[in-house]
T-cell receptor, first 116, second 114 residues
Framework: DTGVSQDPRHKITKRGQNVTFRCDPI?????LYWYRQTLGQGPEFLTY????????KSRLLSDRFSAERPKGSFSTLEIQRTEQGDSAMYLC??????????????FGQGTRLTVV | AQSVTQLDSHVSVSEGTPVLLRCNYS??????LFWYVQHPNKGLQLLLK??????LVKGINGFEAEFKKSETSFHLTKPSAHMSDAAEYFC????????????FGQGTELSVKP
């Protein structure tokens, strides 16, 4: 297993265009998270899944953002009608959530989005 | 609601001297706590974690942290800094009964001078 994989690593898009990012979690990890990180800030929670169910979506997230995790495996994050303020690093992480305590999350390398 | 405050945005130490990165958390219930490190242009890497076992937690690369419930703190320490420790460090809190999402602090940038 090679860890959490994100694709693409970099994306430059024009304002108003739609973009989609993909995340492949570690095999058998049932929990998957999306975070956004801007320069000089800590990662900001966007949303997370337990298997295919989306459990929570940040109130800070506009309706232009949507995420899916069909079949509880890989996940996609789509941003519609991108704005310059969407420029950031988008991070994906996965972990195992069972009957015990929370386990650590393993992070991908991220997708850096630049909206011009 | 859970939250994390990292008390220093930037810490500078000399190589070979001790490192102290401070973190206070707010949690209604018994939390899990983590420290992650992020080197430039690299992904987030777990340093150590506290999940209600021993209050003194040892991590990778000589780092350790102590969970102090009375002080709601989880400070990160290392006896002797190395140049390779220069990076951004994040304190993270998570609560089982809040779904287990991870809440990050704002980060502390550690600089190590030769």
């Amino acid at each position: 297993d090679t860890g959490v994989s994100q694709d693409p690593r970099h994306k430059i898009t024009k304002r108003g265009q739609n973009v989609t990012f993909r995340c492949d979690p570690i095999s058998e990890h049932n929990r998957l998270y999306w975070y956004r990180q801007t320069l000089g800030q800590g990662p900001e929670f966007l949303t997370y899944f337990q298997n295919e169910a989306q459990l929570e979506k940040s109130r800070l997230l506009s309706d232009r953002f949507s995420a899916e995790r069909p079949k509880g495996s890989f996940s996609t994050l789509e941003i519609q009608r991108t704005e310059q303020g969407d420029s950031a690093m988008y991070l994906c992480a996965s972990s195992i959530r069972g009957g015990g305590r929370i386990t650590e999350a393993f992070f991908g390398q991220g997708t850096r989005l630049t909206v011009v | 609601a859970q939250s994390v405050t990292q008390l220093d945005s930037h810490v500078s130490v000399s190589e070979g001297t001790p490192v102290l990165l401070r973190c206070n958390y707010s949690s209604s219930y018994s939390p899990s706590l983590f420290w992650y490190v992020q080197h430039p242009n690299k992904g987030l890497q777990l340093l150590l974690k506290y999940t209600s076992a021993a209050t003194l937690v040892k991590g990778i690369n000589g780092f350790e942290a102590e969970f102090k419930k009375s002080e709601t703190s989880f400070h990160l320490t290392k006896p002797s800094a190395h140049m390779s420790d220069a990076a951004e460090y994040f304190c993270v809190v998570s609560e089982d009964n809040q779904g287990g999402k991870l809440i990050f602090g704002q980060g502390t940038e550690l600089s190590v001078k030769p």
